[in-house]
């Protein structure tokens, strides 16, 4: 009993420490910006913090189930401008919203796929599949709308980003569905358990029986509609889908993956990690505006914190081995 | 002159955790002379030139070169004491030039970090044709002949002024052409003084290069002869004479019906017209040198090398067998050689390696029922007894035995009817060991069948019912359990 007991907490630990530290990096970053400035700590700057932190949080669960098979996923920003700009086009064709919404989807959905193949069929590295993807949707956004954003919806769309439920902005609600299903799918779902197997060891799920191409597309289709997802809910709070929307956001959605604690070798990571990675970012960048901190010393800031918080990460597993 | 001893190793021990790998162990190499080393695999013959070039340090025992006692410090202190090692593995850089492969790490320069080409190719031209050798030393390495490689680490090697040459198995992959060019450059060597310590498994070869020859048995020395007036059957039987001991608990089950036939295989990856059967409830035992197609054979029967004639049958019907998820379909499990790098996934748990051929089994709509996965694998983490804190304990943190009882039970849960062993006691500890020919002994009683690759002679003759051996990706013999000896299946497998 006594030993079980034990178990028990060394696996609480291997579970969760790892995220433990993040939350508490989190909360320790919220402690100092509120003894910094008096209006970090107030509902309204707190839902806005979550508004701000709803795109790149929901991209960036797509790019935590890529990098946990060892992949990268590049090409995300520029599809997510891709999905945006044809969906947008649609809505101003007059096509009925829902189906509006199921092309931005679908669009991310088929960029995603393609990386995929390419992938697995093509045996393309992934840096290099999905580094060729991003400049081909991001030309194609631009191409389709030569350079133009396509701006001007109905209110029934942009209530996906304005609207409220019980004053929590849907933005942020549709953030917290995303996550609790990605949670489970990745653990306790089939789809989930390969894609860790995939990135622990390839050969390995291979020989055991496992259809690694099948899953490894699925995993890149899945980053792509999470990046379609993220275009919907920019277009709608921007009222406006720009060719040249979501610049970047692959990098950002990459830190705050492995913030959170997901290794860039594959085979481990959790998507509540991502989450307290992607708030971190968030509340950093409130932060400093908050603080009249310019946006040159933002980057600094930013980037600094990417490095040590992985330092710190690095040297956490060593020791716990 | 002839007779001068450069080398002599002596009382050479070398434990691993859990292993003695060689043991009091006696070798001595005299100026201008063809040391042949010979032993079965895993006698102790790599880990004996280990040690000799500094990649293995010695746990006990003195090495004595010309008269003086020396610790070998690594391999590059190896290589300034004029101890080279040539191994199967070249260590060149293939879009580097001859000249510079030989020069590298060592380039000459006059300016500080400036490469003086030059003298590079001047030198490496001096050096080849020193060994008679007429290659042009501005060629890529990349675009050689494998044997012309190897001209490049020897003359590599003889640019350091090596002394001692360990050779590792040098024919392996050359023509008969080019095995003559070799020799010849090989007694160019030993006119100058050098002298080559010969690892090969080809008896014949030992014939036409050895001056002597030390034979290795289970990291212990038998002894070293004078080649002429040793016989090839002489030597066999100083490779092999062992007594089997009751390590192997066989217990013979019922053979039941054919589940596989393999008729006239071959392969991409080498097999040539392989032909057998497998019986339920037996195992058959595949011997053979490395390099003779075993694994290979395993590799296309699990569906992983495409097959380019010939035909499997499984239970009667002729089937494809196109990947391993179909094989895992017929009822085929396999336990690789190498449990870390392809049987097991490293950063997930026991319960999930466990279950991971299993997972349709233990998912309905691709949801798992993680109450049901759970006692699966709780039931076999105990009747296999496997050494974990709990199920969620990542296997990297296992046992060797323990790992490589979490791979079997994967198997065991896919419900596997045939086994595909290779390897199956690699790196494992003597009570793991005995734990999984056990567990071999339930398989084959409850009319599994097994087919077992193994490089332990012992282990083939102690746990089989058949045996195979292979040669040159064909099969070269079949022996009935009665008729296995250890002479018969290493005769066999070196052709003889």
Partial sequence: MCLRGIALRQNFFSHYGRQLSTLAGLLGLSLVLWALTPHFLTVSNLLNVAEQATIIAIVAVGMTFVIITAGIDLSVGSVLAFAGVVMASALHQGVPLPVALLVGLGIGLLCGLVNGLLITIGRLPPFIATLGMMSVARGTALMFTEGRPVSGFSEGFRSLATGEVLHVPTPVIIMIAVYAVAHFVLKRTKLGRYTYAIGGNEEAALLSGINVKLYKTMVYGLAGMLGGLAAILLTARLNSAQPIAGMNYELDAIAATVIGGTSLLGGEG??????????????????????????????????????????????????GK | MADASVLEMRHIRKTFPGVVALDDVDFELRRGEVHILLGENGAGKSTLMKILSGAYQKSAGEIILDGAEMEIKNPKHAQTLGISTIYQEFNLIPHLSVGENIFLGREPSHLPGVIDQRAIFQEATRALSNLGLTLNPRKLVKELRVAEQQMVEVAKALSLDARILIMDEPTAALTEHEIKELFATIRTLKDKGVAIVYISHRMEELFEIGDRVTVLRDGCSVGTYDVRGMSKSELIRLMVNRELTDLFPKERAMRGPEVVRVEGLSTKGGLKDISFTLHKGEVLGIAGLLGAGRTELARAIFGLDKITSGTIYINGGPQRIGSPRAAINFGIGFLTEDRKSQGLVLPLSVKENLCLSSVDKFSSWGVMNTNEEQQAASRYVEELRIRTPSLDQKVVFLSGGNQQKVVLSKWLCSEAEVFIFDEPTRGVDVGAKAEIYQLMNRLTATGVAIIMISSELLEVLGMSDRVLVMRGGRIAGEFSAEEATQERILQCALGE
Avoid: C, E, H
């Avoid at chain 1, 960048?285 to 603080?291: E, Q, S």
């Fill in chain 1, 270 to 319: 959790t998507v509540m990690g991502t989450l307290i990675g992607a708030l971190i970012m968030a509340v950093l960048r409130n932060g400093l505006n908050l603080l009249g901190v310019s946006s040159f010393i933002q980057q600094i800031v930013i980037g600094s914190v990417i490095i040590v918080a992985v330092l710190i990460d690095m040297a956490l597993k060593r020791r």
